[in-house]
């Protein structure tokens, strides 16, 4: 079992997603967090990290968790934990990151297997155009 946390930003029926330098696959902003982490620091830094803003930690509300198998993976899942928060900054692909796009619904088979879940849930709940 991988153990995940992600950012779901969504701004006028788009998500925020990220493409990591040689990957094929666009996956939502986050990671593992490292030990003794909470799940709020393990979103703070990897924000940070992946995307060059502040996540404003007062604001960090759950969204949901999702399983499915791990990108690349074979028989292995993953839990991806789901926060909405605000931030501060300007966002800008940093570290692993090489691009960062907004998606809509029609962009789900650009994604991780995870992350289709997640799409299908807020295009559900009309989050997600």
Do not use: N
Request: aromatic share 6%; charged share 30%; hydrophobic share 40%.
């Amino acid at each position: 079992m991988i153990d995940k946390i992600a950012w779901l930003h969504l701004a006028d029926g788009r998500i925020l997603s990220t493409r990591s330098r040689g990957k094929e696959v666009y996956y939502l902003p986050g990671g593992k967090r490292e030990p003794g982490e909470t799940d709020a620091e393990t979103l703070v830094r990897e924000i940070r990290e992946e995307l060059d803003v502040t996540i404003k930690e007062e604001s960090i509300a759950p969204a949901g968790v999702f399983e499915a198998e791990a990108h690349g993976h074979a028989c292995t899942l993953v839990r991806m934990t789901c926060y909405t928060a605000e931030y501060a900054g300007t966002l800008a692909a940093s570290s692993e990151i090489e691009e960062v796009v907004w998606l809509t619904y029609a962009d789900r088979d650009r994604v991780s297997a995870v992350d289709k879940i997640i799409f299908d849930h807020l295009h559900e709940t009309g989050r997600l155009k």
